[in-house]
Structure formats: C-alpha cells, structure tokens
C-alpha cells in the first residue's frame, strides 16, 4: 500500500484533493512499459502536485496527495471503471496491466486512498472540496485537436462552486472551458462519492500543463486561485440548496 500524502492544514473551508499527484510505481508493480513514459501526462498531472502543495500553503488548508500513479490504477474513476487500470493510455500500451488482478490493485491502492481521504473529510469538516488535476495542451493520439483552454472546471450535478468558478476565472481574462476539456458528467468519480454524496460543495480546478511544469507558473496559478477560492468558500457558506 502506497499511503497519501497528508497535508493537515485548519479545519472547515478548503479541503484541497489531488488524486494524479504522483507518477511513482509501487514495489511488486511491473508495467512493462519504457520510463520515458511516466514523465508524460498519462503517468501523471504535470504540475497538479506542487500547485496543490503551494495552494495548501496559501490558503492554510488540508489536502490529500496521492503517491500512485495513475497507470497503476486511476484513484479518480470508480472500482468497476474501464479505464481504472488502463491497458491503453493516449495511444500507448501498457502491457503491466493487460490481465491483472483488479481486486488486488484496487484492494492495495484504491480503497486505502479513498478511506483516507473520507476519514479526512471527517475531521476537517470542509464546506467545499477543490480537485486539482493539469491537462495535456494535445493528446498524442490526435483527433482531438489542440486544446484552447488554459484552465477548466469540471463538475456533476452540483454546480455551486463551479459556476462561480467559471465567471471568476474568464472575469479575470482567462480561457476557461465549462466541464471542458471534458464533462465532470462523465468523470467526476472522487467528487461524486466525496462531494455530492455527503451534500459538500465541489469542483474540479483543470490547468493545461504546460503552464504549471515550473515553478514561476505553479506561482502564478497560486495567485489566481488562491483568492478565487477564498471567494467561492465564503460566498457559499452564505447560501444553502444544491443546484443542479
């Protein structure tokens, strides 16, 4: 078992969550697959664990690491998902993972994350959970295209958070694509079953990768969220019913 990393933070507020924070694979773990490969965005989020980590700071709040990487198993996607151990990722193959034991990855890595993050939310009572997660700029399979966006916010049912999010962002002058570059509809497994399950408010924070991979953009984007989710947290703790 690869345990989270845990940063305590104060209680209420923010809670900070970053499922993609690691490209490590764990001791028993072979995928069989060239090590250039976990530098590249199917491996990892680019730059989501030191904005994570600098966030957290900022705002003096918990958050939770993953030390995982998403090729070993995705801890954003539910046990039973397709792609919760890829055999494939943007075109590569990830031979490791063709045929293996789902039961044992999910019962080594899976669970235990998901139990830490939930005993977490207990203790720290947070009134909005912020996922952060990078994208790649194009995906290498093509078909696609390039992505415009430079940040974009995901979510399910519940819009609270993330619609506030939207208008902040592009008030601010910055390309933001609603559940863009993909639905939250779609994938928005640790959000659904922590955020809306218990009735806490959430989002889904995505930057396009290329502008975090350094430190002076990891900086940037603390100043830009930072203040944006101080906003969101006190404007919904002054309201109550869940939109959808």
Known sequence: MSAPV?????????????????????????????????DKHIAIDI???????????????????????????????????????????????????VGVDRV??????????HRALATLIRAKRPTLLASIHSFTPELESGGAGARPWHAGILYNRDRRAADLAVAMLRAAGIETGDNEPYSGRVLNA?????????????????????????????ARWTDILGPILIKISNSLARKAPLAT
């Open 47 to 97: 730059g989501a664990a030191p904005l994570t980590e600098a966030l957290a700071a900022r705002l003096e709040a918990p958050a939770i690491l993953a030390t995982v990487s998403r090729l070993v198993i995705d801890l954003h996607r539910q046990p039973d998902h397709a792609s919760l151990i890829p055999a494939t990722s943007d075109g590569h193959t990830i031979q490791g993972n």
């Open 6 to 38: 845990i940063l305590p933070g104060a209680p209420g507020a923010i809670l900070l969550i970053c499922d993609h924070a690691s490209n490590l694979v764990p001791e028993g773990v072979d995928l069989g697959i060239d090590a250039a490969l976990f």
């Open 104 to 113: 044992d990855r999910v019962a080594r890595f899976h669970a235990p994350y």
């Open 190 to 218: 640790t959000l659904n079953r922590h955020g809306e399950a218990n009735g806490i408010p959430s989002l889904a924070i995505e930057i396009r990768n290329d502008l975090i991979r350094d430190a002076a953009g990891v």
